[in-house]
């Protein structure tokens, strides 16, 4: 099953790294973002180092849900996901390794590049590797929630749209704790620990149940 | 045993009981309706005093809560029938839950409304994103999500199993996502709202805010009952017991 | 009778609340009456249609 696990993801990375312009679109996506809003509220540096936390997440949240399209769009039009339901490998490691490719993608580039956006709002040094802590456990937990919008609307036009509607209610717990998190280590880092112990124990909820709920959809949406 | 309750599971048998209960559930919906918020504005005192005095305007708590739990109550029905229709594959299970969705909604958007206006004159504030309005707004998102992608999909078939399946996701996520609005800082869970347990408050109040949520439910069993008829008349629509209902009641 | 209407100078608030509710809960009985009008005329319709048809 790792091997099934493997083969998809390095197929996955494979075909985006020949249209690399996918994978940067969502980085820019992000950094753009966050940089409109100092544009919009202003940019007095007491209020930047106070709304840094929530802004970079809101910001990954988008940016992470604008990517969760092209997750199975590609192999949708192609065919190749039915046929992915028809093998004898089951659908939840099959699922797990293109949510997994998808995130190294679109979500790892985030994690990396918030540190630099967390400077750009004045957060200090602690804040900024807890930032990229919190980041890095989250934004998995938000490819495998969205992993579940994506395939239920498979397909239907409009899809983007009302893939972020459905999507977004369920990202709250991970932006409330993900960001709580940098915001309470600029006053005390050891308060840090249950925000993260929260945001692992959701990585772990995803991990279990959202492939399966992943591909119960897709086969909802197949047949 | 088994024939009996499947029996109603058949859409053309529950069409005929849900059009003659129908009026019953709106007709005891008004009395108890009535009898309670006769109760609820008459038999309690006008003004509050207490830990949390509130003036005249608390009067709101009896639409406020009963449309508050309304709206919860009915995303588990939503999500109960989503299961069944899941698991037993029954295309009626499917038809009651799209039934029971929009009054859901309806209640969520009118407990915020009310939240609003209960706000105002209490806290002097439209909107305060307290946890409890927050965590309100974002089961509307919930129940409007549901019903978009009902919409969305043109196959009955595919669009019942996707909001099912939304639905049940939605139910397993919604303790989360409330206790992360009313606790967003682990480290020390503040009781933002103040909460007054049942226990303290005055019985006719309590009695009002019940009585007006019994009133609620048999107001919600009614349209659902009269939005699930229309919903098994389109479809079932190449059925011979369906010609014979046009026939009936068809206006010329 | 006026100092019920009036609700201590709370009328707007909690007469807006009632009246929403009011509004909502026959707006949607009366929308769902018209939607079963709507489904069954067109339904009968098509059937007379679909009958004639037959018969021609």
Known sequence: MFRTFMVIVRRDVTLAMRRRTDVLTTLFFFVIVASLFPLGIGSEREMLRFLGPGVVWVAALLASMLALERLFASDYADGTLEQMLLTPQPLSILVLGKVFAHWLLTGLPLVLIAPLIGLQYHLEGTSLAVMAAALLVGTPVLSLIGAIGAALTLGLRGGGILLSLLVLPLYIPVLVYGSGAVTVSAIDVADVQPFMALLGAFLILALAFSPLATAAALRISLE | ?252 | MMEFLAQGGYAFYVWSCYGMGAVLLAAEIVALRKRRRTILSRLGRLKRMRDAEVNE
């Open chain 2, 1 to 252: 045993m088994k024939r009996h309750w499947f029996h109603f599971a058949a859409p053309s048998t529950f069409y005929h009981l849900a059009g003659r209960l129908t009026p019953w559930f709106l007709g005891l919906a008004l009395v108890t309706g009535v009898v309670a918020l006769y109760w609820g504005f008459f038999e309690t005192p006008d003004r509050l005093g207490g830990s949390n005095p509130q003036k005249e305007y608390y009067r709101i708590i009896f639409v406020h809560v009963a449309s508050a739990w309304m709206s919860m109550w009915l995303y588990i029905v939503v999500a109960a029938w989503s299961a069944i229709g899941l698991v037993f594959n029954t295309r009626l299970s499917y038809m009651m839950a799209i039934s029971v969705a929009p009054t859901g909604a309806l209640f969520t958007f009118l407990a915020l409304f009310t939240g609003s206006f209960w706000g105002k004159p209490s806290w002097g504030t439209w909107w305060d994103w307290d946890p409890r309005l927050t965590s309100e707004l974002v089961l509307f998102f919930l129940y409007v999500g549901y019903l978009a992608l009902h919409s969305a999909i043109d196959d009955a078939r595919r669009a019942d199993r996707a909001a099912a399946l939304l639905a049940i996701v939605g139910l397993v996520t919604v303790p989360i996502i409330f206790w992360s609005i009313n606790c967003p800082d682990p480290n020390q869970c503040a009781a933002l709202h103040q909460r007054s347990s049942m226990s303290d408050i005055d019985g006719n109040i309590l009695f009002g805010m019940l009585g007006l949520t019994f009133a609620f439910w048999m107001y919600s069993f009614a349209t659902s009952f009269m939005r699930v008829r229309s919903i098994i008349l389109e479809r079932e629509t190449d059925t011979a017991w369906v010609a014979e209902v046009i026939d009936r009641e068809a206006p010329r």
